[in-house]
């Protein structure tokens, strides 16, 4: 079929704001989570996890949340800088498995 | 301790040609994994090696073939090159056997076929 090139959901926060983005993912037997930042030109870069024994993470100026009854993932980012502009990544993995599977990532950009 | 280092990090190649990719995981990670990573598809799962062995591997054709050495540094090649290999890969390496834990990605090498 034909190839359609994936669109990436785009967020655009004013500095200083708190940040939401979303993930569904797609197998209910996932059981651990992580979030990744990808910066231009560079690999992705672990910011948080989580497992599925847990609905909610924190770390510094990140929160994690998990609801596995819709099997939806968020990242909030609390009081985002420029530097936080980049692609952002959820990746799930079932514990039997030792690939994970990444979502299509959300493009934030982060207005000065 | 230094990262997961790629190299080379840029190289162009033709079709039909083959590549050989490199990976140096962190110190002490037994685990590789190789990804493809395009603007049509996302980040999608090549291989995973631990301790030599391939442990799984993603829905790719038989041209892309990986390997791991016992100092766990790992290779991937892609054989008969077509211009949809167009791509970044990235290498990703873990310390445990368990399939818990984050993967430390490399900055990538980035492929471009002609």
């Known amino acids: 079929g034909e190839n359609v090139g994936l669109h990436l959901p785009t967020l655009s926060v004013q500095e200083g704001d708190n940040s939401i983005i979303n993930c569904a993912y797609s197998?209910?037997?996932?059981?651990?989570f992580i979030w990744y930042k990808q910066e231009s030109g560079k690999g992705p870069q672990f910011i948080i996890d989580i497992r599925s024994n847990m609905d909610k993470r924190q770390g510094q100026r990140v929160t994690v949340l998990l609801n596995k009854t819709v099997k939806h993932l968020s990242l909030q980012i609390a009081a985002t800088q420029p530097g936080d502009s980049a692609v952002y990544f959820c990746a799930e993995n079932m514990n039997t498995g030792n690939q994970f599977y990444f979502g299509t990532g959300t493009s934030l950009t982060v207005i000065p | 301790k230094a990262g997961v280092t790629q190299t080379p990090r840029y190289l162009i190649k033709t079709r039909g040609q083959q590549v050989t990719l490199s990976c140096s995981p962190i110190?002490?990670?037994?685990?590789v994994s190789w990804y493809q990573q395009t603007p049509g598809q996302g980040l999608q799962f090549l291989f995973e090696?631990?301790?030599?062995?391939?442990?799984n591997k993603g829905n790719f054709p038989g041209r892309f073939s990986g390997r791991q050495f016992s100092n766990s540094r790992s290779e991937m090649n892609v054989s008969t090159l077509e211009l949809g290999d167009s791509a970044l890969y990235l290498c990703?390496?873990?310390?445990?056997?368990?399939?818990?834990?984050?993967?430390?990605f490399g900055e990538g090498s980035r492929l471009t076929v002609l």
């Open positions: 990703a390496s873990r310390e445990g056997s368990m399939a818990t834990g984050e993967l430390f």
């Open positions: 197998n209910s037997a996932s059981d651990y």
């Open positions: 110190s002490g990670h037994r685990s």
């Open positions: 090696y631990f301790s030599e062995t391939q442990r």
